[in-house]
């Protein structure tokens, strides 16, 4: 058999006792053999690896590329919620197709230098924006293919019930092409209807569901109760996600626990959006302020699928972001108060192998026959990654010939570019 990449002598996570070759051809991972029985093989290109972590892709199950990098278009003033999505509101009205696609390109770039090779990117959808955003995302997402698989959820951000035209936008992206479909009942003048609506299109579309869900921190109510019914009775199990669910954080363990049960009974998957979530809740607190973040640790010890996501970049809702998900862990662990080695394990499961399962990834991980997606970290296991936070390298395959993207990303995008367009 021949290789066209050798990676020799790395460590894949979970398995980082015994240091491998990893062999690469046409953009799949063809062998993984023991250091002890290294491959003897020669390769067009030969990777020392030097006992380095090798990871697969990070996977962002949460991002919003559409409102990304707009923080100088809005004047905020009380950072809370109702004033972030009344902000956006107002400059997504100017939005253009070329505009999103402009700054959704901005944020991609830096998604793919972190080592993001899967993204579900929440588009909005709505009689105000049309389906600029949708169209925009679409063709990045065709543009971007030779580094990472988007898929694009469409939902309505501003309300569904109380907003005339939005439904039938929504079917006409479903009818063009969206992966997913989502909601956000809390804008709704009639969330429960909102979630039944969302529910009836996705059955008629066959499409999994992710809301935006729960986002205050009053524990006496909550919608997840209501999603987690239409899951049971629609037999969407393992197809839909929920994202924020900051009210989890405002619980004791004791109620968070028949959450946990609830969520793991009805396949009902959470995303937790550390920084969004630490940045808007609690605004109402001058001292002691309420972290807002859902433990998403607890609900996935109790077998519940649990991811950790960027969600927004450089806007009203999060003004900071580098795209990376290894920081997103380290923000998790540092804020929840994780600091075991199997707890710090797990906050890397949380960007990596568990959103996979969220997004139902067929083909993902270190492993013989998947895609040749492959992230190196600058450690020698997980702790240490999430801990210490290395510099990240990103192996990127688009179609059969090989690009490193690394240090010099600028310049081995160009490269890739150019290369991805070469391809038949
Ligand atoms: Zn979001």
């Not at 569904?160 to 092409?177: K, R, S, T, V, Y």
């Not at 205050?216 to 997840?224: A, E, I, Q, T, V």
Request: hydrophobic share 40%.
């Amino acid at each position: 058999m021949s290789f066209d990449t050798i990676l020799r002598n790395g460590r894949i996570a979970g398995r980082e006792h015994e240091p491998v070759d990893i062999a690469l051809c046409d953009g799949r991972i063809a062998a993984i053999t023991p250091r002890s029985s290294q491959i003897t093989q020669d390769a067009a290109r030969d990777i020392a690896l030097d006992g380095k972590l090798v990871i697969p892709g990070f996977v962002e199950t949460h991002i919003h590329l559409d409102k990304s990098c707009i923080s100088d278009r809005c004047s905020c003033r009380t950072g809370t919620l109702p004033e972030a999505i009344e902000s956006v509101a107002a400059a997504k009205l100017a939005f253009t197709e070329q505009d999103i696609y402009a700054r959704g390109r901005r944020t991609l770039e830096k998604a793919i230098v972190q080592g993001t090779t899967v993204m579900r990117a929440h588009v909005e959808v709505d009689p105000r924006i049309g389906l600029k955003g949708f169209r925009a995302v679409s063709q990045l997402k065709r543009d971007f293919a030779w580094a990472l698989d988007i898929e694009i959820c469409v939902f309505p951000q501003e309300g569904l019930l109380n907003d005339p035209g939005c439904d039938e936008l929504l079917i006409e992206a479903c009818d063009g092409g969206a992966d997913l479909i989502g909601g956000c009942p809390y804008t709704d003048n009639d969330p429960h209807g909102q979630i039944a609506r969302i529910f009836e299109l996705a059955k008629r579309y066959d499409l999994d569901i992710d809301f935006h869900l729960d986002f205050d921190l009053d524990p006496s109510w909550m919608h997840l109760d209501e999603v987690c019914r239409h899951t049971a009775k629609s037999g969407w199990g393992g197809r839909v996600a929920i994202g924020h669910v900051t009210k989890l954080s405002a619980l004791d363990h004791a109620a968070l626990e028949k959450i946990g049960v609830k969520l793991a009974n009805a396949g009902v998957a959470v995303t937790v959006l550390p920084a969004t979530d630490l940045f808007l809740m609690g605004r109402g607190a001058e001292h002691s302020v309420p972290r807002g973040v859902a433990p998403a640790h607890r609900l996935l010890a109790q077998g519940v699928t649990c991811s950790l996501a960027t969600n927004n970049v450089l806007n009203p809702f999060t003004p900071f972001g580098d795209c990376s998900l290894l920081r997103m862990a380290n923000l998790y662990a540092n804020i929840v108060q994780l600091g075991r080695s199997d707890e710090l394990q797990a906050c890397l499961d949380m960007v990596t192998l568990l959103p996979a399962k969220l997004m139902n990834l067929g083909d993902y991980g270190i492993a013989v026959g998947n895609p040749a997606d492959i992230v190196v970290l600058d450690c020698a296991d997980r702790v240490s990654a999430v801990a210490e936070l290395g510099p990240t390298a990103t192996l990127h395959w688009p179609g059969a010939t090989p690009s490193l993207v690394k240090d010099d990303f600028r310049a081995d995008l160009a490269e890739a570019r150019s290369l991805a367009r070469s391809l038949p």
